[in-house]
């Protein structure tokens, strides 16, 4: 029974499995995004156009977008936004006809792939399943599930390659007290589907605001703090202090504001906020 069971395990993982061909294509698909608000990820969903998170690019004045090797793809315009959602298309001067098909949202129990540049700027296709749905929870986001890839607006793909959501990560690290809000979200592809469907433009720079509330500080505090490490490993280091200091406020900032959203006693807070600055 039991190595039937492994033949089972094994069988399952082969068949769902990316192909090297479809593995190249993802990987030409993914790129490197730094602004003044933090590092992350995107992905060509149109030949001139890469999807990301709000976020990372929200009143920045200075965005830089480069593929796997390091080349700038370059810039041209804002092409829309969804403030709710945290999701940004942005256009740029060079085409790609490697970019990846938006599918539909993904269900509980399924096996997908998410891909995202972790803090050493290496790309990172890792797999896991989808644990649970639910849409009265924080950030916004539908559907949750425990990774470690570190940059936010990387794809969510199916076992075929197709997009099933963004990716964003909830909190880089929380203390034990909150370890039931450690994971990592998605936004699913219907509300990117809907978005593609808009026909605005924006001349860069444009100031795009998103809602101030504890979300939108914890993810902008883990893109800040992500950008500090890169900056040391690349002796940038009074830039490394800046942008660690930054990072720091705004994940104590959120945490801070989810607390007193979840209605905890002051003084359990001070103490949570204590021991999560700790673990920096």
């Keep these: 029974l039991i190595a039937m069971l492994i033949i089972l395990f094994c069988t399952t993982n082969v068949v769902h499995a990316l192909t090297n061909e479809k593995r190249n294509q993802i990987r030409n698909a993914t790129v490197f995004i730094e602004t003044e608000n933090g590092i992350g990820t995107g992905f060509y969903i149109s030949a001139n156009t890469v999807a990301t998170c709000l ?3 929200a009143g920045a004045t200075n965005i830089t977008i480069a593929s796997e090797n390091g080349r700038n793809l370059g810039v041209s315009h804002l092409r829309a936004y969804d403030s709710t959602h945290d999701i940004a298309f942005i256009g ?11 599918t539909t949202n993904p269900v509980q129990g399924e096996q997908i792939h ?3 540049y972790d803090e050493n700027g290496i790309l990172q296709i890792k797999s896991s399943r989808i644990e649970r749905h639910s849409y009265k929870d924080f950030c916004y986001s539908g559907i949750r599930f425990p990774i470690t890839i570190s940059s936010d607006g990387g794809p969510v793909l199916d076992i075929h390659g197709n997009v099933k959501g963004i990716f964003f990560i909830g909190m880089l690290r929380a203390p034990s007290e909150l370890a039931e809000l ?5 936004v699913p592809a219907s509300k990117l589907s809907e ?7 924006f001349t860069l720079p444009k100031s795009v605001e998103l809602k101030v509330d504890h979300c939108k500080l914890i993810r902008q505090g883990n893109a800040k703090l992500r950008k500090s490490k890169w900056l040391d490993r690349s002796r940038r280091y009074d830039e490394a202090v800046h942008y660690s200091k930054l990072g720091k406020q705004n994940l104590e900032n959120g945490l801070d504001k989810l607390l007193r959203k979840r209605k905890i006693p002051y003084r359990q807070i001070v103490s949570l906020l204590r021991k ?3 673990l920096f």
């Design 55 to 57: 976020h990372l690019i």
């Design 92 to 102: 740029v001067q060079t085409p790609n006809h490697n970019f990846l098909n938006i």
């Design 114 to 116: 998410a891909v995202g």
């Design 182 to 186: 450690n994971y990592s979200f998605v």
């Design 195 to 201: 978005l593609f469907r808009k026909t605005w433009s």
């Design 276 to 278: 999560a600055a700790k």
